[in-house]
């Protein structure tokens, strides 16, 4: 510890005398070191790795940093965290670049631009944190944790928001902590990691701080208030896992998902239509035998644009009519005069276009460019059309397979069987969506028993995307308690129970989920009760945000 000390009396020498170390200085300080630190275990805690007990400790490090800086230098430190952390979770955008022909160049500058703005985030923590590093630790257990949270609700909504990789996504698979998502969402969990985080802190400075004062005060209110926070979430987590489990040992209806792993270079070439075509019915025959009363195939599945090419919709049409006799819901692209939507398409077992629902929330350079008229150097870069933007969320009906006593010809179901409507219904989200817990919320609150996730995660190459994507997942549908549908071209196709747990995935031999073609069946639960999130919203998040302006104007009262 003497170097270490050393260091550390240089720099806050340093700064007392307002002179500025230089930037490799500043690297290789021991404070700099530890915030690495901080975000190499935030890594870890995440997919592909999803170690997720990490996450406990892990910002530790970054925050005994913080102690002894000036508010601007902790900023400082807690930015370059973010940019390795941030840098680590979605370093795969570049590969847009090989699937959607941008140049590698603009796909490096927008990561780039992407990872500088997120990171601006951690370096406003670590302000915060900075500005009551010498606080009361009741004050900071309350503003700390706020802190967080009010700015990952800031990066959920603003610039049409980016909530992936919230510090609570990691405990996707650590069922009894999540379940108090259906009260305030992912971030009543990103609250609880960064509580037991400081309390952690403050019980380790125990054993290496000599003031006495500062352990009288630390000792065993921190450790205490945990413990019984603690055994509240965990309290709580387990009866809801536990009335879940009872409530899924019964299904209401059976549904089939298709993987079709079509790589994004091939969709859209027109010689490649037919093959994708025969793939997805061949797939949809398979799993006939477990008659399921729905199918559903990925975002945009069908090949081109819909309309567009009457012999592939005929053909999909006969296919279903005399074969499959299966209600499929499935994406595609389609044009209404000059504006092109994203949308789901539900065609019944007599292979008629019953119903269909526009994607309500647009991927910003993904399916259109912002500022395109003011900035056209940059759209020019970019070759996508521009998308419109669906207006109302749909509901679809549910139908269920029944028996009858004979065969009805044009009844649309196999011998002896037709499709019957039942008073329930569901909703999807297409692409990310999912990640946008306003759109859930607007879907289960119009009335979905179901929700369905439509997506397409093969324009990033990296395994590591699609996992990211499924943690939002799991969140939705734990905050709404409702089960959660997912069909992805190249994974994670699953099925997510209303307490978060994935109850099954398509995979290979090789239990392999993602890059893999394949279908899955299941029995879900159409549920109607809603829950306190989906009822009252982000309260919690809102809550966090007056906190923290309530602490901001105290520490500003207390300066004069």
């Known amino acids: 510890m003497g170097q ?15 002179k500025e170390t230089s930037f490799f200085e500043f690297l290789c300080s021991y404070s700099a070191i530890l915030c690495f630190l901080s975000a190499i275990l935030l890594i870890l805690s995440y997919p592909c790795f999803d170690f997720w007990p990490l996450v406990w400790v ?18 400082r430190l807690a930015y370059y965290a973010g940019v390795v952390f941030f840098a680590g979770m979605f370093y795969w955008f570049i590969s847009m670049h090989v699937t959607a022909g941008i140049p590698l160049f603009l796909a490096i500058l927008a990561v780039g ?8 985030y951690f370096g406003f923590f670590g302000y915060g944190y900075a500005l009551v590093r010498k606080r009361i630790p009741v004050f900071r257990y309350i503003f700390v944790p706020s802190l967080w949270v009010g700015l990952e609700f800031i ?32 971030f009543g ?12 802190l403050d019980t380790l400075k125990n054993f290496f701080v000599e003031d006495k004062s500062f352990k009288h005060r630390v000792m065993w209110v921190p450790l205490v208030s945990a413990a019984l926070m603690s055994a509240l979430v965990l309290g709580y987590g387990g009866w809801r896992c536990r009335a879940g489990a009872y409530a899924g040992e019964k299904t209401d209806i059976t549904v089939a998902v298709v993987q079709g792993n079509i790589p994004q270079q091939m969709k859209w070439i027109p010689l490649n239509w ?68 994203n949308s789901a398409f539900l065609m019944t077992a007599e292979g008629q276009v019953r119903k269909k629902h526009d994607k309500l ?43 009858e006593a004979a065969s009805v010809p044009g009844a649309g179901g196999r011998s002896g069987e037709r499709f019957e409507t039942v008073p329930a219904y569901y909703s999807v989200l297409i692409c990310f969506e999912d990640t946008v817990t306003s759109v859930a919320r607007a879907l289960v609150l119009n009335g979905a028993n179901l929700l369905v996730n439509i997506t397409n995660d093969a324009w990033f190459l990296a395994e590591k995307a699609p996992w990211l994507h499924l943690q939002a997942s799991v969140f939705q549908a734990v905050a709404h308690r ?78 004069r």
């Open 155 to 186: 990066r959920d909504r603003l610039f049409t928001g980016f909530g992936w990789a919230s510090l609570g996504h990691s405990q996707y698979k650590f069922l009894p902590v999540i379940q108090i998502a259906d009260i305030t969402g992912v």
């Open 113 to 120: 631009g992407m990872v500088g703005y997120l990171s601006l």
């Open 482 to 559: 409702r089960f959660l549908v997912r069909a992805a071209n190249t994974g994670v196709t699953c099925f997510i129970s209303s307490t978060g747990e994935v109850i099954k995935y398509v995979q290979d031999h090789k239990h392999k989920k993602v890059f893999v073609e394949g279908v899955a069946t299941a029995g879900v639960r159409l549920l109607n009760h809603r829950s306190f999130y989906t009822v009252h919203g982000d309260v919690f998040a809102y809550l966090c945000l007056v906190l923290t302006a309530w602490g901001i104007i105290i520490l500003k009262r207390s300066v």
């Open 361 to 403: 929330h647009l991927v910003p350079f993904g399916e259109y460019v912002p500022f395109r008229e003011q900035l056209p150097a940059v759209a020019a870069l970019i070759p996508i059309l521009d998308f419109q933007w669906g207006q109302v969320p749909t509901l679809f009906p549910v139908t269920r397979r029944v028996k």
């Open 58 to 75: 892990a910002l530790i490090p970054m925050m005994w940093a913080f102690e002894d800086k000036l508010p601007a230098e902790a900023f």
């Open 274 to 341: 037919p093959e994708i075509m025969e793939r997805y019915l061949s797939l949809s025959k398979s799993v006939l035998k477990a008659k399921p009363d729905l199918i559903i195939w990925p975002e945009t599945s069908f090949p081109g644009y819909l309309w567009e090419s009457i012999h592939m919709f005929t053909d999909m049409q006969e296919a279903v009519r005399f074969w499959i006799r299966t209600p499929i819901l499935f994406g595609a692209v389609h044009q209404e005069g000059e504006r092109y939507y």
């Open 4 to 18: 270490e000390e050393h260091t550390l009396e240089k720099l806050l020498q340093l700064a007392a005398e307002n």
């Open 189 to 200: 969990v990103s609250f609880f990691i960064v509580l037991i985080n400081l309390v952690l």
